[in-house]
């Protein structure tokens, strides 16, 4: 089958602003959320969304799925998940006599990995090759994941009863990290009005396809960015490693992670290069969740948000040609 064209940079902007606006459809007074989880998705990333029950987190993941015609899967992690429940096993087939790959969970374009933080660290590490390099091994074959491929993970950072903290290799793994947050009282009283006609989601139609949005990637790898803009990343990255009120600092995959992005953020702009504001605009979702306080910062109550924003204040804004 032939793939579509790759489109210019203006089409994706237009694309990436319908993908939204069918989201907005079902999260009522969430632009920035919806942005996000958009931008993401165009830059080969993976989301985490850390948030009380009932504030959206699985509309906002279905709502994407819908909107881009794509296979959407739920992985409702619990203590009893197995690894082979997420990546899929071979079982033997009677009539053949031989065994067949089964697909678990993880075969989709966008995975739900609810509720993230409930199974254990071997089920959680299922995950660690498929966010990294898009693939799945199983029984000595290397099996290909669809593309476009995102897992979007919710985890519940208040009841910690029967929950596995995740671990810094697999935090590392997501690309942003956002929280949804309670809606405006006139954003939920609209939400009463419109869920009073049944399945919301239902009025999300399909704006693209998959192989539309595998296209928009390809174009939106062609954004160029320039040596300073190299320099200014990592300037970001390594001074959240030298920070006094962090004792872990940010990875060299979060520099690429926060490239990628600011890509996107360019290209949204209309623009086929990166300025340092695309960088600013996502150092915080990007990196926040990467970064381990010290334990005085942690007494003194300093979000990792808030140390981001003073680390990117910090390190001197290039100057443009």
């Known amino acids: 089958m032939n793939q579509p064209a790759v489109p210019s940079l203006h089409e994706v902007s237009q694309l990436a602003s319908s993908i939204a606006g069918e989201m907005a459809r079902v999260i009522e007074g969430k632009p920035h959320q919806i942005r996000m989880a958009v ?3 165009l830059a080969e990333g993976h989301l985490l969304i850390e948030d009380v029950p009932g504030v959206g987190k699985t509309v906002l993941a279905k709502s994407l799925g819908r909107a881009i015609s794509g296979d959407v899967k739920r992985i409702q992690f619990t203590p009893d998940l197995l690894p082979s429940d997420v990546t899929g096993v071979s079982v033997f087939n009677q009539s053949t006599r031989e065994f067949e790959f089964k697909p678990g969970g993880i075969f989709a ?3 739900l990995g609810d509720e993230i933080n409930r199974a254990s660290p071997k089920t959680q590490s299922a995950l660690l090759e498929a966010m990294a390099e898009s693939q799945v ?3 000595g074959k290397t099996y290909q994941l669809r593309q476009p491929f995102m897992v979007i993970a919710t985890q519940n950072p208040i009841e910690m009863e029967g929950t596995y903290p995740l671990p810094e290799a697999q935090r590392d793994r997501f690309m942003a990290r956002i929280t949804m947050g309670y809606p405006a ?3 939920e009283v609209a939400m009463l009005a ?3 006609g049944g399945d919301q989601l239902a009025t999300v139609s399909a704006v693209t396809d998959a192989a539309s949005v595998a296209a928009a990637i390809r174009a939106i790898r062609a954004v160029y960015v320039a040596p300073v803009i ?3 990343i990592v300037s970001i990255v390594d001074a959240t490693r030298q920070h006094p009120d962090l004792r872990l600092g940010a990875s060299p995959r979060a520099s690429l992670h926060l490239m990628r992005a600011a890509r996107v953020e360019a ?3 209309g623009r086929d290069y990166i300025i340092p504001e695309d960088v600013r605009a996502l150092a915080v979702e990007v990196l926040s969740h990467r970064v381990l306080p ?4 942690q007494v003194a109550r300093r979000d990792p948000g808030d140390i981001i924003t003073s680390v990117v204040s910090s390190v001197p804004t290039p100057a443009r040609s």
């Open 267 to 269: 290209a949204l702009g």
């Open 39 to 41: 931008i993401v998705l």
């Open 185 to 187: 009282r006139t954003a």
């Open 294 to 297: 010290t334990v005085e910062a």
């Open 137 to 139: 091994s199983a029984d």
């Open 194 to 196: 419109h869920h009073a």
């Open 109 to 111: 374009h966008i995975v």
């Open 230 to 232: 190299n320099d200014y």
